[in-house]
């Protein structure tokens, strides 16, 4: 069973702080991560995606991977109160074009 | 630019109802995809669809069927509606390949009494 693993929260910051997000995925052959940011009551909506080959960075969001250890992390600089809500990892997995989603990690940005 | 369209947002049944949620995308997206959501469940894959023609079972696909009635359109149908089908539903739509993003409607809100 392919898996998407994310710690539920809440994780807490003081606004201005960087948010560190993180997700552990099982399946080795996985190459394409997604980061999905989602407020209560409201649908998904995509943040930032990465591929196997390296970081990326827009605005205040940092996409990072770990091949070797299998997880990918968002990190927020700056952090916002806007910035509050459920973030979801997906990861795609080997066959099919269905990707995998964890179940999210609640951050709470206090003014 | 509407993006993923479902309707209706919110449905309320009794048990033993049929129902189904449309789902329509403008994108030219070959990929389509059903997900419910509930509390502490996080987002389960109920059915997809690669291209026109094909549809796919996911995670938690008892109770439910799906049509892919043409490029834009993904329907779910709940034949007899049960409680535990209680739930937000989501469609999203991809490019051909799983490496491209998918991107989300925004949700039926579903109650079965």
Not at chain 1, 72 to 87: E, F, G, N
Not at chain 2, 6 to 24: E, N, R, W
Not at chain 2, 48 to 71: F, H, I, M, Q
Request: with cysteine.
């Amino acid at each position: 069973q392919k898996e998407v693993e994310q710690n539920s929260g809440p994780l807490s910051v003081p606004e201005g702080a960087i948010a560190s997000l993180n997700c552990t995925y099982s399946d080795r052959g996985s190459q394409s991560f997604f980061w999905y940011r989602q407020y209560s009551g409201k649908s998904p909506e995509l943040i930032m995606f990465i591929y196997s080959n390296g970081d990326k960075e827009d605005g205040r969001f940092t996409a990072q991977l770990n091949k070797a250890s299998q997880y990918v992390s968002l990190l927020i600089r700056d952090s916002q109160p806007s910035d509050s809500a459920t973030y979801l990892c997906a990861v795609n997995i080997k066959a099919g074009t269905a990707l995998i989603f964890g179940k999210g990690t609640t951050l709470s940005v206090s003014s | 630019n509407a993006g993923v369209t479902q309707t209706p947002k919110f449905q309320v049944l009794k048990t033993g109802q049929s129902m189904t949620l449309q789902c329509a995308q403008d994108m030219n997206h070959n990929s389509m995809y059903w997900y419910r959501q509930d509390p502490g469940m996080g987002l389960r894959l109920i059915y997809y669809s690669a291209s026109e023609g094909t549809t796919d079972k996911g995670e938690v696909p008892n109770g439910y069927n799906v049509s892919r009635l043409n490029k834009r359109e993904f329907s779910l149908r709940l034949e007899s509606a049960a409680p535990s089908q209680t739930s937000v539903y989501f469609c999203a739509s991809a490019g051909t390949y799983s490496n491209q993003p998918q991107h989300f409607g925004d949700g039926t809100r579903l109650s079965i009494l």
